[in-house]
């Protein structure tokens, strides 16, 4: 199931607004696509961010991908779990896998983004 | 217990550091003919060690008999079909090796003054212009180490010819179905890089391409044929569309062996382009390395070439070094020798017509696979293909078996596992180049373990994921592997 409360973006990216606060990370069908996840290569606290830029990569045993970010703004915090456990990415995408907290310059951006129907359909076409 | 109840080869071998016993040796030294030096002295005693800790000391005929057992663990194009897809994991003819042997070649140094390495010289010389009438291009130089070195080499000299003419210019186009090599080249050589996605029939979408091509696009970097063994039937129009706004058309040469001596990418519009000579041309593919990846471009991209450059003086070969427009050396000397005078000595033993037949007789085999395995796995793009075929696990899939399972379980089968899961627009891809090396005796070989297996995925699926089950070792974590890595070996 794809959670409403978030917006999603083509590349499989989801963001979360609380307010100017925005949560990144990838959608389930992502993390099922790339397979078993080893590594995740996340930006530092304070790199700033335009709206579809690359964020980071992760890395399958397939392939190495590119994240790009949902929403223009700062890094804040990066999911520092991920460097001993990037397993979480698979198990819990939208909870425990989450990638980087940012400050949004614009929290509109997110709609830009898909809502969680549009995304559904879009992966369902996808296929 | 009794540890030696097997045929060795079906033995597991432990380590060397596992064989090892204190104070054996596999050599011996003559006595000292000079005055003994004391290395503690000589070196200072902080950089002098009485012992390696754990090194492991055998005997000879004990280090012999690892190595030579742990070769027969090996699987090499001279066991059998290596039907890695998009590799071209072609037999490497043994009259390579014996020219490449030839002492004068073998024993030639890079430092050997010119008037000593005219032969040597007339070597690469004759190679360049093989290849030049091969591609249909005006230059070639030999320097880059590898395909992907060719790469970076060309986009720079496209890089510089723009500069030349006033604006490097901002991107580079790629298709979607691209190696991932192609990508990265654009990236290092300083370019922004934009997807272009392939069209249903699996080849270059021109209506995009139009779209995209702007003042700002340096180069479309294309695969031809794809990688889906497709051939790119727009190419002439697509080199129209570039060289109408002033960008360049490089042409990744992966899969020339499906083009030689049949169509040359100089007549079809390609600017600069880079083989792979331990591909298409027959040079081993041991190791990672050595390898050669020429680039051949246009005479507009010749001053820009790498230094120094091969010229003809009189009757005698020379180095130009004096090329004021070069984009710099991009390797030690001049490309790895060895390997170039394998292919030449291909190219000379097929002639024209050989290679000619070479190509066709790649196709015909890849053609064939397709046709007695369309039954049997899905294929996503129906477009008529070349030198390889690429099917999907989608019918093996519903039984839960993927494209993965399927190449571990064509071990049981002895054979090499084609490749995996590439190209990426193909979903649980199962990429499969059988060469011109085949026979229709192996091939059908193949074809039946490959029937067999997907009737396995059917019958019994778990069988399957669960594969190999002949080998030495059982499948192995790959994901542990990758996330947890044991980097070195510690005695228990």
Redesign the interface.
């Known amino acids: 199931m794809v959670p409403e409360n978030l917006r999603y973006t083509k590349e499989h990216e989801w963001l979360l607004v609380e307010g100017d606060t925005g949560t990144v990370g990838i959608t389930d069908h992502a993390q099922e696509e790339l397979g078993d996840i080893v590594y995740v290569d996340l930006p530092r606290v304070g790199t700033a961010l335009a709206q579809a830029s690359p964020l980071g990569s992760v890395e399958s045993v397939k392939a190495v991908s590119e994240i790009f970010s949902p929403a223009s703004g700062e890094v804040t915090e990066a999911n520092a779990a991920l460097a001993d456990a990037p397993e979480k990415l698979n198990e819990d995408p939208y909870g425990a896998g989450w990638l980087v907290k940012m400050k949004l310059s614009d929290p509109a951006q997110a709609g830009s983004l898909m809502t969680a129907a549009e995304y559904q359909a879009y992966v369902g076409a996808e296929k | 217990m009794i540890e030696k109840v097997r045929h060795h080869l079906s033995q597991n071998e432990p380590l060397l550091f596992e064989r090892s016993s204190p104070g054996k040796r596999a050599y011996q030294l003559p006595e000292l003919d000079v005055p003994a030096v004391d290395p503690a002295e000589a070196l200072g005693a902080e950089n002098v060690r009485a012992e390696i800790a754990g090194f492991p000391e055998v005997s000879e005929v004990e280090a012999i008999r690892h190595f030579t057992r742990l070769s027969t663990w090996n699987y090499a194009i001279d066991h059998g079909m290596y039907p890695l897809g998009s590799c071209t994991m072609k037999y490497n003819p043994r009259i390579n090796e014996l020219v490449a042997r030839t002492e004068a070649l073998a024993w030639a140094h890079p430092y050997q003054p010119e008037a000593l390495a005219q032969g040597s010289m007339e070597v690469m010389a004759r190679l360049e212009a093989a290849l030049a009438e091969i591609t249909g291009m005006d230059a070639v130089t030999l320097q880059p180490a590898a395909g992907a070195h060719g790469e970076l080499t060309g986009i720079l000299l496209i890089r510089a010819l723009l500069q030349k003419r006033g604006n490097p210019r901002r991107k580079i186009l790629i298709p979607d179905s691209a190696h991932?090599t192609n990508p990265a080249t654009a990236a290092i050589a300083g370019y922004a890089v934009e997807n272009i996605k392939s069209s249903e029939s699996g080849v270059l979408d021109v209506a995009a391409l139009e779209q995209l091509v702007t003042d700002d696009v340096a180069a479309l970097m294309v695969t031809n044929p794809n990688t889906l063994g497709v051939f790119e039937e727009n190419i002439i129009h697509a080199a129209e569309i570039l060289h109408a706004k002033g960008a360049m058309l490089y042409m990744d040469g992966a899969n020339m062996n499906a083009l030689v001596g049949i169509a040359r990418p100089g007549d079809f519009g390609v600017d600069v382009m880079h083989l792979n000579l331990h591909k298409t041309f027959s040079t081993p593919h041991g190791g990672g390395g050595p390898g050669a990846g020429p680039v051949a471009v246009k005479a507009p991209f010749e001053p820009f070439l790498p230094a120094p450059r091969l010229k003809r003086s009189g009757k005698r070969w020379t180095y130009d070094y004096k090329r004021k427009h070069s984009i710099g050396r991009v390797k030690a000397f001049y490309g790895n020798f060895g390997v170039l005078v394998r292919a030449l000595a291909y190219i000379l033993a097929h002639g024209g017509a050989g290679l000619r037949n070479a190509t066709v007789d790649a196709v015909l085999n890849a053609v064939y696979i397709r046709k007695k395995l369309e039954p049997y796995y899905d294929l996503p793009y129906p477009s008529p293909n070349m030198h390889e075929v690429v099917f999907s696990d989608e019918r093996q899939a519903r039984h839960g078996v993927r494209t993965g399972d399927l190449a571990k379980r064509l071990i049981d089968y002895g054979f090499h596992p084609y490749t995996v899961?590439f190209p990426?627009i193909v979903h649980g891809a199962l990429m499969i180049e059988p060469t011109e090396t085949e026979g229709k005796m192996e091939i059908d070989q193949f074809v039946d373990a490959m029937i067999s297996i997907a009737r396995e995925a059917e019958a019994d699926p778990q069988l399957v994921k669960s594969a190999p089950h002949g080998t030495r070792t059982s499948r192995v974590d790959?994901?542990a592997a990758?996330?947890k890595p044991v980097l070195r070996w510690k005695p228990a």
């Open positions: 991932g899961s990426l790959e994901v990758a996330r």
